[in-house]
């Protein structure tokens, strides 16, 4: 299997990865981007999510909008890397939809 390569790839960017699969469950999860991430920058991950996964439904870029609050520039965003990103939405996607997330 190969192996994907980050274009933005560091030893930085690994050791906050690493760190981030060491969390244990949703309390640290929690604990670690908030300290990690502001208030702002958590609400934009999480709504980006959210897009991603009304997206995959199917749901209308209008219909989006309207429940998220998100931009048209961040639902297109999130659809262009859907349709032809790395397939980092679509894993986690996918894994979530089999466990009933």
């Keep these: 299997m190969k192996m994907y390569r980050s274009k933005l790839e560091s030893k930085e960017l690994d050791m906050l990865f ?12 929690y604990m670690f ?12 991950i999480s709504q980006r999510y959210k897009v991603a996964q009304m997206l995959k439904e199917g ?12 931009s048209t520039a961040t639902i297109s965003r999130v659809n262009r890397c859907l349709n032809y990103g790395t397939g980092g939405y679509r894993t986690i ?9």
Excluded: P
């Excluded at 981030?20 to 469950?25: A, D, E, I, Q, Y």
């Excluded at 749901?59 to 998100?70: D, M, N, P, R």
């Design 93 to 101: 996607l996918d894994r979530n939809e089999k466990k009933g997330e």
């Design 59 to 70: 749901t209308t870029c209008h219909a989006i909008a309207e429940k998220t609050g998100a």
């Design 33 to 44: 981007f908030e300290d990690l991430c502001t208030v702002a920058e958590l609400t934009a």
């Design 18 to 29: 690493q760190a981030v699969l060491s969390l244990k469950n949703e309390e640290e999860c």
